[in-house]
């Protein structure tokens, strides 16, 4: 891999599910030397504790700011106070079901928010060395049987989500094609993991499952997801930042194909055996329950991830059942980060400590 020709990197919506592992990642895992500044809003998906022990490690090369991405004032501060030479775009709002009931946030985040962020690189070009942007195999809609997701694959977005970022996807490239700007773009599948929101299944099965509550299963329960583990997801971005083509896009999965029940399935397997029994023994597959199925349901996502394999020799390190092991055995472990990210008084803490 190349030495990279940056040294200070923002990182949007790092803390976050994946842009906190990416910064753990990167400064544990790397040998990348330089400063990472991380601006957040702090909406309720995220969670600062993922990385008190890296600010605590790193005082040096750890920056945090709070900021909405859309607030150009305070974001141009950022991009000059920290001269900051490269851009990872991990920040959005991500859960599909939010933006069915309420699409405002994801238009404002994720269109506005990365048009902001595009605007503040090209005009500090030729300072800017890489803006890489963190998209969705949801943007090319949804699959048959059969089949794979390509790079070239037309878009096709479902949702107010995967529409918002398609539209994001679009600005990136355009900002290349029209400004020269230093872009990559990656679509990835599902992710799963320690720190991730417990809105998502594999959480929200996890803790339910282990709190004995209903398991809802969406539909017949035979839509199909490409599971990565996060992590794998880190390496895969790390090595487009390093050493991806300008103007290029890769996709990124797992190719790990599973239908939703499978999963729950899985997870519930996992969690008789890790954690106290349930009362009378009851299994905890007898807690699946069938729910009304979510409008516009993407049937099958499936990414074929060959260009990044022979062009940039990625290729995931965690198989799923090792994977999913892990992710079960840290929710377990970590009852205080799951209690902090679920409650009330988690807003009253992130104003206390950053301001509302
Ligand atoms: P997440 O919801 O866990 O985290 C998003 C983070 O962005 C949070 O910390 C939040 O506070 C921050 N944020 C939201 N709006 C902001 C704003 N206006 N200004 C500054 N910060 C803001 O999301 P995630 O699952 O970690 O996803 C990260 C990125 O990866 C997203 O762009 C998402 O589209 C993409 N992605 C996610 C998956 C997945 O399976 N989770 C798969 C492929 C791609
Ligand atoms: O494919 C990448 C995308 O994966 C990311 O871009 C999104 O940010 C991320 O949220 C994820 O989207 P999905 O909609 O696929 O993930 P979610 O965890 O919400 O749902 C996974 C599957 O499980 C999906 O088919 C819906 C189903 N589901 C989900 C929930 C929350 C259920 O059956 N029951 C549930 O309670």
Redesign the pocket.
């Known amino acids: 891999m190349k030495t990279p020709a940056f040294q200070h990197l923002l990182v949007?919506?790092g803390?976050?599910?994946?842009?906190a592992n990416f910064i753990r990642h990167l400064l544990d895992e790397t040998d990348f030397a330089g400063r990472v500044i991380n601006?957040?809003?702090?909406?309720y998906?995220?969670n600062p504790l993922s990385l008190a022990a890296v600010a605590e490690k790193f005082p040096e090369r750890y920056v945090f700011v709070r900021?909405?991405?859309?607030d150009r004032a305070a974001l141009a501060r950022v991009f000059d106070d920290y001269a900051v030479d490269a851009v990872c775009h991990?920040?959005?709002?991500?859960?599909v079901d939010r933006s069915i009931v309420r699409p405002d946030d994801f238009i404002q985040?994720n269109i506005l928010?990365t048009y902001t962020l595009l605007q503040l690189a090209r005009e500090r070009l030729p300072r800017i060395k890489r803006f890489h942007h963190?998209?969705?195999d949801e943007v090319f809609g949804s699959l048959g049987a059969t089949g794979f997701f390509t790079e070239t694959t037309p878009y096709s977005p479902n949702s107010p989500y995967s529409a918002s970022?398609a539209a994001s996807d679009h600005l990136v490239r355009a900002f290349h094609e029209t400004y020269r700007l230093p872009v990559t773009v990656s679509n990835?599948?599902?992710?799963y993991g320690p720190l991730?929101?417990p809105e998502?299944l594999i959480p929200l099965m996890i803790l339910n499952a282990l709190e004995g509550q209903p398991l809802p299963v969406y539909g017949d329960g035979r839509n199909v997801r490409d599971w990565l583990f996060v992590t794998d997801h880190c390496t895969a971005v790390w090595r487009i930042l390093c050493d991806g083509a300008d103007g290029a896009t890769y996709n990124v999965g797992g190719r790990n194909e599973m239908e939703n029940l499978a999963v729950v399935n899985a997870i519930c397997a996992l969690v008789d055996e890790l954690a106290a029994p349930l009362p009378g023994g009851k299994s905890r597959r007898d807690l699946i329950t069938f729910v009304k199925d979510r409008p516009g349901h993407d049937r099958r996502y499936a990414i074929d991830c060959a260009k990044i394999e022979r062009e940039l020799g990625w290729r995931p390190a965690k198989s799923f059942a090792t994977g999913l092991r892990r992710t079960v055995q840290w929710y377990l472990d970590n009852a205080a980060w799951v209690r902090q990210v679920r409650s009330g008084d988690y807003q009253r803490w992130i104003a206390a400590h950053y301001g509302a």
């Open positions: 949007t919506g803390c976050g599910f994946i842009g601006v957040d809003k702090l909406t998906a995220a900021a909405d991405i859309a991990f920040a959005a709002e991500s859960h985040t928010g963190v998209s969705t970022k990835c599948s599902n992710n991730q929101f998502k």
